[in-house]
């Protein structure tokens, strides 16, 4: 008798654990598709973003007072006419993946830093460079994708 009310707590925590698999995968938002991107809207926040090289890094700013890495995506798209989210989190979710060899101006790049996914964000620029705001004591700033520690830590590039 105690084998068998065993089996049915077993079969019923599967069952309990398989039906909210089930609904957590059935509420998974689709990548948001944000209304007025084009590929001249990338260029321009790229060149918005290549215009604040040398602005201070400063933690939740989104000003050439100050960027932190999501930041000067958002005010870079906002100066191109897009409004954005201020997080990598959300601007991963309203992106979509893009494959490095067709990577164009504009699309951003996310990477895993300290052990954390999607903890850090910048805007390709071209020729393997991006735009950034790398963080605290630092300033908006080029590098190469191609850099080793860049090159280590690139997760993938998604765009608008």
């Not at 925590?13 to 509420?27: D, S």
């Not at 994708?145 to 998604?158: F, I, Q, S």
Request: glycine letters at 8%; charged letters at 20%; proline letters at 4%.
């Amino acid at each position: 008798m105690e084998t068998k009310k065993l089996r049915y707590a077993v079969l019923f925590l599967a069952t309990l654990g398989l039906i909210f698999f089930a609904w957590g995968c059935a509420h998974t938002l689709p990548p948001m598709r944000l209304e007025g991107y084009s590929a001249s809207v990338g260029d321009k926040a790229a060149d918005t973003a290549l215009s604040q090289i040398g602005r201070p890094y400063r933690y939740r700013g989104s000003s050439p007072s100050g960027f932190d890495c999501s930041g000067l995506v958002t005010y870079s798209y906002a100066t191109a006419g897009m409004k954005v989210p201020h997080s990598t989190r959300e601007l991963r979710r309203c992106t979509l993946f893009v494959a490095y060899r067709e990577m164009r101006k504009g699309d951003l790049v996310f990477f895993n830093q300290l052990g954390k996914k999607y903890s850090h964000v910048g805007i390709y620029v071209g020729d393997d460079r991006f735009v950034h705001s790398p963080s605290t004591g630092k300033t908006v700033r080029t590098n190469s994708l191609l850099d080793p520690y860049w090159k280590k830590h690139l997760l993938e590039a998604r765009r608008f």
